[in-house]
């Protein structure tokens, strides 16, 4: 199974503030995800990539922005923080499986509390 | 476009009754992949089971899931629930290189 990682695991911010969100992948995948997950709403998209250099918009990327500056590293950058974006953030990774067909695997998230 | 539909955003069952959570789904695709996943509280999402071909049922950790195109559905069953599968379940279809996310079904078994 894919190895997902993310970092920091918890994290608390200011209002206004700048926030990092990092994830690794090791198996060389090609596409990886944000996620964010707020009870009642489910799994919801935020940015995606396809590859270094490439970052495309999700469902809901507004005050949101991504970066992807190698295959292994997909960042999820938070300008200015607000309190709406407290949520759980998933990382995920994803590429062809054994099956023939396109799987996902996930990180273990991080539990943002903006004040 | 491509969506998935969980009916059910709560099911609550006592312990060694049979569980089933409905998923149905729409597609352009002729050849659907379906997954189930399950997340335990305060856990990330986990791939439970998947199946691409129609009519072929699929198993694993005693749960088990049958791909019918005919309906466009991908039922979870099990015959006996335990009070370790209380989770938050997620139907999911690939699509272009995504995954396209059912709303989740929380399941949560009684003694």
């Known amino acids: 199974e894919a190895a997902v990682t993310q970092s920091p695991r918890n994290k608390v911010a200011v209002t206004g503030g700048k926030v990092t969100l990092s994830c690794n992948q090791t198996n060389n995948h090609n596409n990886m995800y944000w996620y964010r997950q707020d009870t009642g709403h489910g799994l919801r998209l935020i940015h995606y990539s396809y590859g270094a250099g490439s970052t495309e918009k999700g469902d809901i990327p507004d005050g949101y922005k991504a970066s992807r500056p190698s295959q292994e590293n997909f960042s999820l950058i938070l300008e200015l923080a607000t309190p709406s974006q407290t949520s759980v953030y998933f990382c995920?990774?994803?590429?062809?499986?054994?099956?023939?067909?396109?799987?996902?695997?996930f990180g273990p998230g991080t539990r943002l509390t903006v004040l | 476009g491509d969506s998935v539909t969980q009916t059910e955003g709560l099911v609550t069952l006592t312990e060694g009754l049979p569980v089933m959570l409905n998923c149905t789904y729409q597609?352009?695709?002729?050849?659907?992949?379906l997954f189930w996943y399950v997340q335990h509280l305060n856990e990330s999402p986990r791939l439970l089971l998947k199946s691409f071909t129609d009519n072929k049922r699929t198993e694993h950790q005693g749960f088990h899931a049958t791909l019918h195109k005919s309906s466009s559905s991908f039922h979870l069953q099990k015959s006996s629930a335990q009070l370790s599968d209380s989770a938050l379940y997620y139907c999911a279809l690939s699509s272009n290189y995504q995954l396209i996310w059912g709303s989740g079904t929380k399941l949560i078994i009684k003694p």
């Open positions: 995920a990774s994803g590429d062809v499986g054994l099956g023939g067909r396109y799987e996902q695997y």
């Open positions: 597609t352009i695709y002729s050849n659907p992949f």
